[in-house]
Each structure stands twice: as structure tokens, then as C-alpha cells.
């Protein structure tokens, strides 16, 4: 079994996951917010890990302008 921790959600939020998650896979209210949170921050990851490339040259211009980059 893998090391648990124990985190408070208010109990309306908690009573709303138990009802979505009825009549799915999810065996608990912890396996859907453990699921939920793993797909969250691998998305954050991949947000961060990738710049378009236009978003790289604004980054450059950026760093131009404030004189860190010629």
C-alpha cells in the first residue's frame, strides 16, 4: 500500500465528489481527488515544460528591452 497522507475538504464538497462519483470506477472520494490532482498537475508540467515559439520571442523582446539580452 502506498504512504497516505489525510487532507480536510469541506464537507459539502466531499458530499458533492461522493454523489459525481457514484456509478464510476473511482472507489472513493480519495482515489477521484488523487486522480483529479495528478491530471491537474501533469498538465501544469507540460504548461511549463513548452513555449510556443511566439511566445519565445516575446520573452526575448522582453528580456531586450530590460537590456539582459542584445
Do not use: C, H, Q
Request: no cysteine; proline share 1%; aromatic share 8%.
Amino acid at each position: 500500500m502506498k504512504d497516505m497522507s489525510e487532507i480536510e475538504i469541506p464537507e459539502t464538497l466531499a458530499k458533492k465528489i461522493e454523489d459525481m462519483i457514484k456509478d464510476t470506477s473511482f472507489n472513493s472520494i480519495s482515489d477521484y481527488i488523487t486522480y483529479v490532482l495528478e491530471e491537474l498537475l501533469e498538465d501544469m508540467e507540460e504548461e511549463e515544460e513548452t513555449f510556443s515559439e511566439e511566445e519565445e520571442e516575446k520573452i526575448k523582446e522582453r528580456l531586450r528591452a530590460l537590456g539582459y539580452l542584445d
